[in-house]
């Protein structure tokens, strides 16, 4: 009888680790599956945006906006300040990042983010020489982290054609995009004191 008893254990306890095993590993494929798919996103966005921009170039145009640029939903958008590394980005957006983010420091970098519905949908980010264009959303603010606008508070962006296309936010006198930088204070072991996202009006 204990021989019996011995025998239903042990197959009870495989079946039970053949289950958790199968499910763990359904669990990483539909998670694979997904950054996949989000990676796939973001590259096709990425790639109609640059598209887009370039064909200012034909046009000539002076002023454009990013809703005319983009092609794909998006919510917020995020310009990320130099020496800005991938730990304080996705600190920022609240969110690790499926994709590398990009940064170096230099002073003809572009490093912006798009996001809809608490996702990366696009995210363009190196020198200018490599995107062929340069975005710059910071406008007056020279000393920050991250200035992030809804998609309905950011409007006409200036274009200039030195080389390549370069995108920058308005004078007010134009028109008022107001958005939202990022603050923070750190403790002495590296952790957050405070973190918030406050209203300005960078141009």
């Not at 958790?20 to 109609?48: D, G, P």
């Not at 996702?119 to 020279?142: A, E, Q, R």
Request: proline share 2%; with cysteine; aromatic share 14%.
């Amino acid at each position: 009888m204990k021989k019996y008893i011995k025998i239903i254990t042990a197959v009870v306890i495989c079946f039970i680790i053949a289950f958790s095993m199968l499910f763990l590993a359904k669990k990483v494929y539909y998670k694979v599956k997904n950054i996949r798919q989000e990676r796939r996103i973001i590259e096709k966005n990425n790639y109609s945006l640059l598209q887009n921009i370039q064909k200012l170039t034909e046009i000539k145009s002076t002023t454009t906006t990013l809703q005319e640029l983009t092609d794909f939903e998006w919510d917020y958008v995020y310009n990320f300040a130099p020496y800005t590394n991938q730990k304080y980005i996705e600190d920022m957006i609240g969110m690790k990042s499926c994709i590398p983010l990009y940064f170096r420091g230099d002073g003809d970098e572009t490093s912006i983010l798009f996001m809809n519905k608490g996702k990366i949908v696009c995210y363009l980010g190196g020198k200018k020489d490599n995107l062929k264009c340069m975005i710059s959303l910071n406008g007056s603010y020279t000393n920050y982290n991250a200035i992030r606008y809804a998609n309905q508070n950011i409007n006409t962006l200036y274009v200039e054609y030195d080389g390549y296309p370069r995108l920058y936010l308005a004078d007010k006198e134009i028109v008022k995009s107001k958005g939202e930088k990022f603050e923070f204070k750190m403790k002495d072991n590296g952790k957050y004191e405070s973190k918030k996202w406050v209203e300005c009006t960078p141009n």
